[in-house]
Protein backbone atom coordinates (compact mmCIF):
# COMPACT_ATOMS: atom_id res chain seq x y z
CA UNK A 1 0.00 0.00 0.00
CA UNK A 2 1.15 3.76 -0.55
CA UNK A 3 0.00 7.12 0.92
CA UNK A 4 1.00 10.19 -1.31
CA UNK A 5 0.57 13.44 -0.24
CA UNK A 6 0.19 16.34 -3.09
CA UNK A 7 1.60 19.80 -3.08
CA UNK A 8 -1.54 21.32 -2.92
CA UNK A 9 -3.07 19.12 0.35
CA UNK A 10 -4.89 16.32 -1.15
CA UNK A 11 -3.87 12.90 0.44
CA UNK A 12 -3.95 9.32 -2.04
CA UNK A 13 -4.27 5.97 -0.61
CA UNK A 14 -3.62 3.78 -3.31
CA UNK A 15 -3.05 6.32 -5.89
CA UNK A 16 -0.23 8.44 -6.97
CA UNK A 17 -2.63 10.79 -7.60
CA UNK A 18 -5.24 11.80 -5.43
CA UNK A 19 -7.62 14.15 -7.30
CA UNK A 20 -9.39 15.18 -3.93
CA UNK A 21 -8.62 15.62 -0.17
CA UNK A 22 -8.82 12.19 0.15
CA UNK A 23 -8.84 9.73 -2.42
CA UNK A 24 -8.50 5.85 -1.48
CA UNK A 25 -8.69 3.62 -4.34
CA UNK A 26 -8.33 -0.30 -3.40
CA UNK A 27 -8.75 -3.28 -6.31
CA UNK A 28 -11.73 -4.68 -4.42
CA UNK A 29 -14.53 -3.00 -1.97
CA UNK A 30 -12.85 0.00 -0.59
CA UNK A 31 -13.71 0.79 3.18
CA UNK A 32 -13.08 3.52 5.66
CA UNK A 33 -13.66 3.11 9.16
CA UNK A 34 -14.80 5.61 12.05
CA UNK A 35 -14.39 4.93 15.42
CA UNK A 36 -15.33 6.89 18.45
CA UNK A 37 -13.53 6.35 21.30
CA UNK A 38 -15.77 7.64 23.61
CA UNK A 39 -17.24 6.12 26.11
CA UNK A 40 -20.58 5.11 24.44
CA UNK A 41 -18.53 5.70 20.99
CA UNK A 42 -19.26 3.30 17.79
CA UNK A 43 -17.44 1.87 14.85
CA UNK A 44 -18.50 3.23 11.55
CA UNK A 45 -17.73 1.77 7.81
CA UNK A 46 -18.36 3.44 4.69
CA UNK A 47 -17.68 1.19 1.81
CA UNK A 48 -17.86 1.60 -1.65
CA UNK A 49 -18.33 -2.14 -2.68
CA UNK A 50 -17.44 -4.06 -5.65
CA UNK A 51 -21.22 -4.79 -6.44
CA UNK A 52 -21.80 -1.23 -7.40
CA UNK A 53 -22.78 -0.78 -3.75
CA UNK A 54 -22.44 2.34 -1.58
CA UNK A 55 -22.97 1.34 2.23
CA UNK A 56 -22.83 2.74 5.82
CA UNK A 57 -22.35 0.27 8.50
CA UNK A 58 -22.71 0.43 12.30
CA UNK A 59 -20.05 -2.16 12.89
CA UNK A 60 -20.81 -1.60 16.73
CA UNK A 61 -24.38 -2.14 16.60
CA UNK A 62 -24.15 -5.26 13.78
CA UNK A 63 -26.55 -3.01 11.29
CA UNK A 64 -26.68 -1.44 8.12
CA UNK A 65 -27.68 2.23 8.34
CA UNK A 66 -27.28 2.49 4.54
CA UNK A 67 -27.31 -0.01 2.26
CA UNK A 68 -27.84 1.11 -1.63
CA UNK A 69 -27.23 -0.27 -4.96
CA UNK A 70 -27.55 1.46 -8.17
CA UNK A 71 -27.83 0.67 -11.99
CA UNK A 72 -26.38 2.81 -14.37
CA UNK A 73 -27.22 2.22 -18.08
CA UNK A 74 -24.59 3.97 -20.37
Same mark, same amino acid.
Do not use: C, M, W
Given at each position: DQV @?? #?? $??N @???G +?T??? #??LD @???S ?6 L?? +?A +?????Y?L?SGT? $?? %??IY???A????I?? @? +? %?H??
Amino acid at each position: DQV @VI #RS $GGN @VGIG +TTSPG #RALD @VSTSGNTELGLTS +TA +TNGNLYRLISGTD $GS %FQIYNQTAGKYIIYS @V +T %FHNH
